[in-house]
Structures are given as C-alpha cells and as structure tokens.
C-alpha cells in the first residue's frame, strides 16, 4: 500500500513543481534601438503610450526567455525562438509595456492585442491588423490614415485626420466613428468586412462579398461599386 501510495505522489509532486515553475512572473526591461513603428504578434497583449523610449515585458520567466524584441527598418517587432518541435508560445500570459515620443504605425497579428496612445510624426500613419488581432489606437493628429485588415481582425480609431484609407476583407471590423474631421474614405474590401466612418466630402467604395460601410451621413461626392450583398448605409438617410 505504501509503495502505491508513493508511485502517486511522486508524479503529483513533479506536476506541481512544474506548474509552479512555469507560472513564476517575471518583468524586465528591453534595450532595444531607436524605432518609429511596432509589430506585436504571438497573442501577444500590449500597452503603448506616448512619452520617452522605454519597452518593458512581463510574463512567466520561461516565455520571457524565448521573446525576442528586434527593430528591423524603424520597426519594434516580437520574435520568438521555437522550443521543441511541437512548442507552444502562449502569448496571452504576456504583457509588452512599450513608451515613445512618436510612432507611425502599428501591426498586430496572430491574435494579438494592442491598445495604443500615439503621436505620428508625419503626415501619415498606418494601423495593420490580421488573424483575429484587435488594435485600438487613440491620440491619432496627423493628414492621413492607412488601415489594413483581414481575418477577422477589429481595429477601433480615435483621433483626427483627414483623410482614411482602408482595405479590408475575411469579416474585419473596423470602427472610425470617433476619428474627427475626416474629409475622405476610400473602402476597398470583401468578405463580410464592417466599417464605420464618417466622411464629410467625399466617398470611394469598392467592394463585395457581404461588406457593410456605414457613415452617419451622404457626403457630396459618392461614388460605391458594391456587389455580393454589400450594403452602404447613412444613419441620417
């Protein structure tokens, strides 16, 4: 009885040391080179404010160790170093906490989560997201926003600009009520994509596949080729 008893508590014990270990938090800070851009994968879940460079990460020491932060061409990317054949990175346990003066555009992928405050240094700045990524970006100033989007991806925008581009398809959603003063909105997209803007002179929209664009008014100059069930709507009609 007592032998059986021990081959029991022998694997419950290295369970739970191994739980333990694989739960142990840890937070550090990154040195990373200078960057105007960021690209946050691996379901990953990031915070992003305007002020003096600073990245900082957080998450079991284990996962922390096989992150990688790496600016290519002015862009902060995550990596990560595979660990076995049939590894897993469990990107939700981990908290990417980045700070800088300015940054001018923002990629999110594979199920990842940013919730960015930002300051473009340009004229123009660009939100990607794809593979179920949700990207919220407020603090937008700038002439012009690039939004691209796919498989099932919802990006939110707050700010101001005048123009919004936007090329979406695989049921994205993008939400711009909240983006002031824009003038224009080119929409190209298929695939049951919702958008939501409000353009005050002019609208370009191309699309099918089940796509709804949805404005609070008509602006003067419309011009929709929609097909496959597309549907443009105005709140005020």
Not at 134 to 146: F, I, P, Y
Not at 175 to 182: I, N, Q, R, S
């Amino acid at each position: 009885m007592k032998t059986a008893r021990m081959s029991l508590l022998v694997p419950l014990l290295m369970f739970a040391g191994t739980s333990f270990a694989e739960g142990a938090q840890k937070g550090e800070a990154r040195d990373v080179p200078d960057f105007e851009s960021l690209a946050v994968g691996h379901g990953i879940k990031a915070q992003v404010k305007v002020g003096p460079k600073s990245v900082r990460v957080e998450g079991p020491s284990e996962l922390l160790s096989r992150l990688r932060l790496v600016v290519k061409d002015g862009q902060l990317t995550t990596q990560v170093e595979r660990d076995g054949l049939f590894s897993q990175f469990q990107g939700g346990k981990v908290r990417l906490y980045v700070s800088n003066p300015h940054l001018d555009g923002v990629d999110v992928s594979g199920g990842g989560n940013v919730e960015a405050e930002v300051s473009p240094s340009g004229d123009e700045f660009s939100a990607e997201a794809s593979g179920g990524a949700a990207l919220t970006v407020r603090g937008v100033d700038t002439k012009k926003v690039e939004v691209e989007a796919s498989g099932g991806a919802a990006v939110n925008l707050a700010g101001r600009a005048q123009e919004l581009d936007i090329e979406a398809s695989g049921g994205a959603v993008i939400k711009a009520m909240d983006l002031k003063g824009v003038k224009s909105l080119e929409v190209e997209a298929s695939g049951g994509v919702h958008v939501e803007a409000d353009p005050s002179e002019s609208l370009s929209v191309n699309a099918t596949g089940g796509t709804t664009v949805q404005c609070v008014s008509r602006p003067p100059r419309t011009e929709v080729k929609a097909r496959g069930g597309t549907r443009v709507v105005y709140l005020k009609d």
